[in-house]
């Protein structure tokens, strides 16, 4: 049972990331016609804010059911998802540079890393029970 609720927790963080991206994504930034230079700041960033919060959780649960025969990743597995989730996203983000239809903004790969903050943040604060 306990295993059962640490799963269901870290799923729901990643499913409430992976909704806010979605909605942003799909829905708010393309409907967006205001002036704010704030909340257009905040539509450009949040595609990259999200995923480095919900990627990580998403791969807690992952992690353990790979059976890694590193001690460590095991034992550290919140750090070990965020490594390979900020390689994945930043990765992602000079790939951009490459591209005609896509952006590279050095503000997504700082709120990639402040993502990745939230969720060790996140990590740290949540009971052990869940851990």
Not at 56 to 62: D, F, R, S
Request: glycine fraction near 4%; charged fraction near 20%; include cysteine.
């Amino acid at each position: 049972m306990k295993r059962e609720k640490s799963l269901y927790y870290w799923l729901a963080l990643f499913t409430i990331c992976f909704i806010a991206y979605q909605q942003i994504i799909d829905r708010i930034r393309p409907n967006y016609s205001g002036k704010s230079i704030t909340v257009k700041y905040f539509l450009g960033i949040a595609p990259n804010l999200f995923p480095a919060i919900g990627i990580p959780a998403l791969l807690v649960v992952i992690i353990p059911q790979m059976k890694l025969k590193k001690k460590w990743q095991n034992e550290n597995k919140h750090l070990t998802a965020n490594i390979i989730s900020l390689i994945g996203l930043i990765t992602w983000e000079f790939i951009q540079r490459t591209s005609k239809k896509l952006h590279f903004d050095w503000n997504d790969i700082l709120w990639t890393l402040i993502g990745a903050f939230i969720f060790q943040l996140t990590w740290t604060v949540t009971p052990n029970r869940y851990k």
